[in-house]
Protein backbone atom coordinates (compact mmCIF):
# COMPACT_ATOMS: atom_id res chain seq x y z
CA UNK A 1 0.00 0.00 0.00
CA UNK A 2 1.72 3.53 -0.87
CA UNK A 3 2.25 5.89 1.79
CA UNK A 4 -0.65 8.34 2.89
CA UNK A 5 0.19 11.50 3.93
CA UNK A 6 -1.70 14.00 5.93
CA UNK A 7 -3.30 17.07 3.98
CA UNK A 8 -5.83 19.60 4.63
CA UNK A 9 -8.10 21.44 2.73
CA UNK A 10 -10.73 24.14 2.61
CA UNK A 11 -13.42 25.32 -0.46
CA UNK A 12 -13.17 28.82 -1.24
CA UNK A 13 -16.43 30.54 -1.46
CA UNK A 14 -18.06 33.80 -3.07
CA UNK A 15 -20.11 35.51 -0.21
CA UNK A 16 -21.79 38.78 -2.27
CA UNK A 17 -23.34 40.23 0.96
CA UNK A 18 -21.93 38.58 4.38
CA UNK A 19 -24.91 39.44 6.51
CA UNK A 20 -27.25 36.84 4.85
CA UNK A 21 -24.35 33.65 4.72
CA UNK A 22 -25.04 32.60 1.47
CA UNK A 23 -22.61 31.41 -0.96
CA UNK A 24 -21.13 29.39 -3.83
CA UNK A 25 -18.45 27.52 -4.23
CA UNK A 26 -15.06 28.57 -6.53
CA UNK A 27 -12.68 26.67 -5.35
CA UNK A 28 -10.50 24.52 -3.61
CA UNK A 29 -7.03 24.98 -1.56
CA UNK A 30 -4.85 22.39 -0.60
CA UNK A 31 -1.63 22.04 1.91
CA UNK A 32 -0.07 18.67 2.60
CA UNK A 33 3.15 19.21 4.25
CA UNK A 34 5.00 15.89 3.97
CA UNK A 35 4.69 16.46 -0.07
CA UNK A 36 5.42 20.09 0.26
CA UNK A 37 2.24 21.09 -1.53
CA UNK A 38 0.07 24.36 -1.63
CA UNK A 39 -2.43 25.07 -4.51
CA UNK A 40 -5.30 25.87 -4.78
CA UNK A 41 -7.59 25.59 -8.01
CA UNK A 42 -10.43 27.85 -8.98
CA UNK A 43 -13.28 28.90 -11.86
CA UNK A 44 -15.66 31.84 -11.94
CA UNK A 45 -18.28 30.65 -13.67
CA UNK A 46 -20.53 33.87 -14.62
CA UNK A 47 -23.26 31.82 -15.57
CA UNK A 48 -23.76 30.76 -12.25
CA UNK A 49 -22.41 33.92 -10.89
CA UNK A 50 -24.25 36.45 -12.40
CA UNK A 51 -27.69 35.47 -11.30
CA UNK A 52 -26.35 35.01 -7.71
CA UNK A 53 -24.41 37.77 -7.26
CA UNK A 54 -24.34 40.67 -10.27
CA UNK A 55 -23.66 43.22 -8.81
CA UNK A 56 -19.84 41.74 -7.98
CA UNK A 57 -16.89 42.95 -10.37
CA UNK A 58 -15.97 40.02 -11.71
CA UNK A 59 -12.84 40.85 -12.82
CA UNK A 60 -11.98 42.27 -9.65
CA UNK A 61 -13.17 38.63 -8.34
CA UNK A 62 -11.21 37.17 -10.39
CA UNK A 63 -7.74 38.89 -9.20
CA UNK A 64 -8.82 38.43 -5.73
CA UNK A 65 -8.77 34.75 -6.40
CA UNK A 66 -5.44 35.07 -8.44
CA UNK A 67 -3.78 36.26 -5.32
CA UNK A 68 -4.81 33.21 -3.61
CA UNK A 69 -2.45 31.46 -6.29
CA UNK A 70 0.35 33.88 -5.72
CA UNK A 71 0.87 33.26 -2.09
CA UNK A 72 0.35 29.96 -2.34
CA UNK A 73 3.46 30.14 -4.87
CA UNK A 74 5.19 31.44 -2.68
CA UNK A 75 8.65 33.96 -3.93
CA UNK A 76 8.24 37.76 -4.23
CA UNK A 77 4.92 37.50 -6.26
CA UNK A 78 2.76 36.55 -3.40
CA UNK A 79 3.88 39.91 -1.66
CA UNK A 80 4.62 39.89 2.43
CA UNK A 81 2.43 36.96 2.79
CA UNK A 82 3.99 35.14 0.10
CA UNK A 83 7.17 35.19 1.92
CA UNK A 84 5.73 33.25 5.02
CA UNK A 85 6.67 29.52 5.61
CA UNK A 86 4.36 27.27 3.34
CA UNK A 87 1.96 26.27 6.37
CA UNK A 88 1.63 30.22 7.12
CA UNK A 89 0.47 30.63 4.01
CA UNK A 90 -2.17 27.77 4.41
CA UNK A 91 -3.63 29.21 7.54
CA UNK A 92 -3.33 32.77 6.42
CA UNK A 93 -5.46 31.81 3.09
CA UNK A 94 -7.95 29.81 5.59
CA UNK A 95 -8.05 32.08 8.30
CA UNK A 96 -11.54 33.55 9.19
CA UNK A 97 -12.36 36.61 7.29
CA UNK A 98 -15.74 38.44 6.41
CA UNK A 99 -14.93 39.37 3.10
CA UNK A 100 -16.65 38.72 -0.47
CA UNK A 101 -13.97 35.80 -1.10
CA UNK A 102 -13.93 33.44 2.13
CA UNK A 103 -12.87 29.65 2.61
CA UNK A 104 -15.22 26.70 4.48
CA UNK A 105 -13.33 25.44 8.00
CA UNK A 106 -10.55 23.24 7.33
CA UNK A 107 -10.66 19.76 6.94
CA UNK A 108 -8.22 17.13 7.06
CA UNK A 109 -7.73 13.44 4.88
CA UNK A 110 -5.02 10.99 4.06
CA UNK A 111 -3.75 11.18 0.44
CA UNK A 112 -0.95 9.95 -1.47
CA UNK A 113 -0.98 12.31 -4.57
CA UNK A 114 -1.88 16.29 -3.57
CA UNK A 115 -2.46 16.87 -6.96
CA UNK A 116 -4.38 14.75 -7.55
CA UNK A 117 -6.90 14.58 -4.55
CA UNK A 118 -7.33 18.24 -5.39
CA UNK A 119 -8.47 17.50 -8.70
CA UNK A 120 -10.99 15.05 -6.99
CA UNK A 121 -11.98 18.02 -4.53
CA UNK A 122 -12.63 20.42 -7.19
CA UNK A 123 -14.19 17.83 -9.46
CA UNK A 124 -16.96 16.99 -5.81
CA UNK A 125 -16.91 20.55 -4.62
CA UNK A 126 -16.98 23.16 -6.99
CA UNK A 127 -17.43 21.80 -10.65
Not at 27 to 55: D, M
Not at 74 to 103: H, M
Request: proline content about 5%; overall charge neutral.
Amino acid sequence: MPNKHLFEYAVIRVVPRVEREEFLNVGVILYCSAQGFLQTKFVLNEQRLRPFCGELDMDELHERLCAFEKICAGRQAGGLIGQLPIAGRFRWLTATRSTVVQTSPVHPGLCTDAGETLADLFAKLVA
